[in-house]
């Protein structure tokens, strides 16, 4: 890969990235200033509230439309561009055969991934 | 929360991401304070907002810079490593100190960054050392074109360990307090390893985004990213940096930031005063 196209690719990477998730956490605000934070757009209602730490819940609540559920997900997708574009970042150095910036993009892949998952 | 309530969150989360873009600092800085003091916000809930805008604008901002290759993408990455460390034992320690050492430590990192916008506004360029044999094993000598001089602009790193540290520490302010602490990783990069203004400002926003998703993952697990807050405050802060952008190219640099550098001392003392328990 050549270093321009590997700047095109990161550079795609952070757009598309950021642009996805504002679609969806605009979509959510909107959605929940109409019908409410607590609301479901096709009319489903849950017993209990959303929590914000519960991720297991969250297809469940996507398929419910629920407002709060549409901008989770946009929050999600926002986190996961710059760990997408690390991971860019790893493959770019691979096919440039950089041994050490492989290395040290793996390292800090690993570093976020880590964060993420099991730290709290 | 009622819409009025989200209404007001997403408009104070333009004008400080505007302001923030104007004055040359992050959104997060601002919008804290004015979701903390403004909305009664807890100040967790207000930190995992932030986080979580600032990887929204900063993104948004490196993709630019990386196509123009201002930014340097292996002095990014390596220098990465420090700051995700730092972010996430930030973002841990979040957890456990006072709110009120959070607010004086905003408040100082605030008054900071106002004092070195001072500092910058003559800005030079950047002398032209003998690069440090660490700089040439990692492989962070490089060049950017600059288009006022009119030529490629060779370029090389020194002090690498120090500037390593500075990062780490940036890292630790940004998982605290969920700033982007850019300020902080410019001055490692063009104070301590002496590279070129221009790349250093592009490399930081770049490494922004990657420093802050640490620190966010944290935040988001923990169940502070609530979006209920979040979602306007992220998409204030976004609309603000955008329209402050597009601001910046039509008026003169300098005095725009003499007009709110006021706006960050005072917002900066009143946090700290905050903290430090005289609410005003």
Redesign the interface.
């Known amino acids: 890969m050549t270093p321009e196209k ?3 690719v ?3 990477v ?2 598309v ?2 642009g996805i ?2 679609a969806l ?2 979509a ?2 909107l959605a ?2 109409a019908i ?2 607590q609301g479901s757009l096709i009319g489903v209602t849950h017993a209990i509230g959303y ?4 991720f297991g819940g969250l297809p469940g609540r996507l398929a419910a439309l629920e407002p ?1 559920a549409i ?2 997900l ?3 997708t ?2 996961a ?3 997408a ?2 991971a860019a ?1 790893v493959v770019g150095f691979a096919l440039e055969r ?1 041994r ?2 492989t290395a ?2 793996m ?2 892949l690993a ?2 991934l ?4 099991f ?2 | ?1 009622t ?1 009025q309530a ?2 007001g969150i ?1 408009a104070i989360s333009v004008a400080a991401g505007l302001i923030g873009a104007l004055a040359g600092v992050g959104g997060g800085i601002l919008v804290i304070p004015a979701l903390t003091f403004g909305f009664g916000v807890d100040i967790h809930l207000a930190v995992g907002a932030s986080i ?1 805008s600032v ?2 604008t900063s ?2 901002a ?3 810079y ?2 123009d ?1 201002m930014t340097n ?2 002095v990014g ?2 220098l ?2 420090a700051t ?2 730092g ?2 034992c930030g ?2 320690l979040a957890a456990v100190v006072a709110p009120g050492f959070l607010y004086v430590l905003l408040g100082v990192v605030l008054l900071g960054s106002a004092g070195m916008q001072v500092a910058r506004m003559g800005e030079e360029a950047p002398p032209t050392d003998q690069p440090s044999p660490l700089a040439a094993r ?2 962070l000598e490089s060049s950017y074109p600059d288009r006022r001089l009119g030529r490629e602009v060779p370029y090389s790193a020194r002090r690498i360990p120090l500037g390593f540290v500075m990062m780490w520490i940036a890292g630790v302010v940004s998982g605290l307090l969920g700033i982007g602490s850019g300020v902080l990783k410019v001055i490692a990069m063009d104070g301590a390893m002496r590279l070129p203004m221009k790349v250093s400002s592009a490399t930081s926003n770049f490494m922004i ?2 420093t ?7 935040y ?9 807050i ?3 405050v ?2 204030g802060v ?1 609309t603000g940096a955008l329209i402050g952008a597009r601001l910046l190219h039509r008026i003169s640099n300098r005095s725009v930031r003499l007009i709110f550098m006021p706006v960050l001392v005072a917002v900066g003392l009143e946090t700290i005063g905050r903290g430090l328990g005289f609410g005003l």
Do not use: C, H, K
């Open positions: 590997f700047r095109g990161v550079s795609t952070l757009i990235g950021v998730s504002a956490i605009g959510g605000f929940a200033l409410g934070w929590s914000t730490a519960d709060a901008a989770q946009g929050l999600v926002l986190l561009t710059p760990v574009r690390v970042s950089d050490l910036y040290i993009t390292a800090v570093i976020l880590t964060s993420i998952f730290l709290r | 929360m819409p989200d209404l997403f979580v990887i929204a993104s948004g490196a993709a630019a990386v196509r290759r993408m292996r990455m390596f990465e490593l995700t460390t972010a996430v973002a841990l990692l492989r985004g990657v802050a998703a640490a620190s966010a993952g944290i988001l697990g923990r169940g502070d990213v609530d979006p209920q979040a979602a306007p992220a998409l976004l």
